[in-house]
């Protein structure tokens, strides 16, 4: 087997750490800083907070606190020129993965003549980006640990830029910042992170032993402590598992990839604005089931991740309660779980499937099971 394993260098884990934000950018050196964030992040008074602890070092703060979910481009763009006009040498993405992945392009081409365009795609950015610090405020996209970033272009149509680059130099988890997440958030961002663990462990494509043990690491930390958080958001101990999981799970996928999961959920999110961590629950237990005939042996092994204290002796039954049980998690997150519900358009569906087969087929190409574009019109229908 042969194979690449990338990961970010250092990772600081302390709940109340983003006061040392300050003291980390000092020491990656650089005194002028855009923060990236979005106008959620500034009202609970986190970017505040960085920006005390910058400022406390000696560092100059840009804010720039106009992100979007499913990031379009244009807002990513004026996020890029007002570093560039800032003169930034060094960034800070704040939030949630929309927050991040945009904070990664900012760093990236802030100080580089290369167009968001022109790096769509594979390996296709030149030089190296500022000195980048991620901070997330959700347990879900991983986007801190990977050297990947996902926006909407300016057709609506998701794009997504992997470079060695979009890696960050530090990632600083603060299970504080988490506390306060609204129910549906916590359950859509959860459900995320989870679909990242069993994609990257199910990955034809980039699976590898080192993903495979942080995937099954990954579940079971956010197996076991989804549900604690949804019925109960004051339990520390699980808000901090969460984030821990949805790290690792994070490194599992960026190093695997991801599959038909989120190749279903990218035009959902595009198209109608369904937050991407809710574009995935959507479709997730339908997709699972679906590739249950190929990837009965995977799911099998991934059952003790979310069932405890059960010995299953026939593969086909342990693959079987994995399913039910991620079909009962999805049930109980208390989200939407039917596209019409959600504003989605019946005679989109098969154009959407469409787009999926022949623009993301990448993440088709990933999946366990062979997958059709009638197929992915089926699931589509299957939760309409």
């Known amino acids: 087997m042969s194979f690449m394993f990338r990961s970010v260098p250092r990772i600081v884990c302390e709940a109340g750490g983003i006061a040392k934000t300050g003291t980390l950018m000092k020491e990656l050196g650089a005194i002028r800083i855009t923060v990236v964030c979005d106008p959620g992040i500034v009202k609970l008074g986190y970017a505040d907070k960085v920006q005390q602890s910058l400022e406390a070092e000696g560092i100059a703060v840009q804010i720039f606190p106009d992100v979007q979910a499913d990031p379009p481009q244009s807002i990513v763009q004026q996020a ?72 909407t272009d300016n057709n609506n149509v998701k794009q997504v830029v992997y470079t060695p680059q979009l890696m960050p130099d530090i990632a600083l988890l603060d299970a504080e910042l988490t506390y306060g997440l609204p129910q549906k958030v916590t359950a859509a961002t959860g459900l995320d992170a989870m679909v990242h663990a069993i994609e990257g462990y199910t990955s034809r494509t980039r699976k590898n032993p080192i993903a495979d043990g942080m995937a099954v690491t990954a579940l079971s930390l956010l197996g076991k402590n989804l549900m604690k958080v949804i019925e109960n958001p004051g339990d520390k101990e699980a808000r901090s598992a969460m984030l821990q999981g949805s790290l690792i799970a994070g490194m599992a996928f960026a190093n695997a990839s991801v599959a038909a999961i989120h190749g279903l959920a990218y035009p959902l999110g595009a198209r109608f604005h369904i937050p991407h961590g809710h574009a995935n629950a959507l479709v997730m237990a339908q997709v699972i089931r679906f590739n249950l005939p190929t990837a009965k042996k995977l799911y099998a092994e991934l059952a003790p991740c979310l069932i405890e204290g059960v010995d299953f002796a026939p593969e086909e039954e342990a693959a079987e309660a994995f399913v039910r049980r ?46 059709t574009a009638k197929d992915i019109e089926a699931i589509y229908r299957s939760v309409y």
């Open 80 to 151: 890029i020129d007002g570093a560039k006009d800032w003169k930034a040498d060094g960034v800070i993405g704040l939030g949630g993965g929309s927050s991040l992945d945009s904070a990664k392009l900012v760093a990236l081409l802030a100080s580089s003549d290369q167009t968001i365009e022109g790096i769509y795609g594979i390996d296709k950015a030149t030089g190296d980006r500022l000195p980048l610090i991620q901070i997330p405020t959700t347990a879900g996209t991983g986007s801190e640990v990977t050297w990947v970033s996902v926006i």
């Open 326 to 371: 991620i079909e009962e998690m999805v049930l109980a997150s208390g989200l939407e779980t039917r596209l019409r519900d959600l504003g989605v358009t019946e005679d989109f569906l098969p154009e959407m499937a469409e787009e999926v087969f022949g623009k993301i087929y990448r993440l088709i190409e990933s999946n366990p099971r062979d997958m």
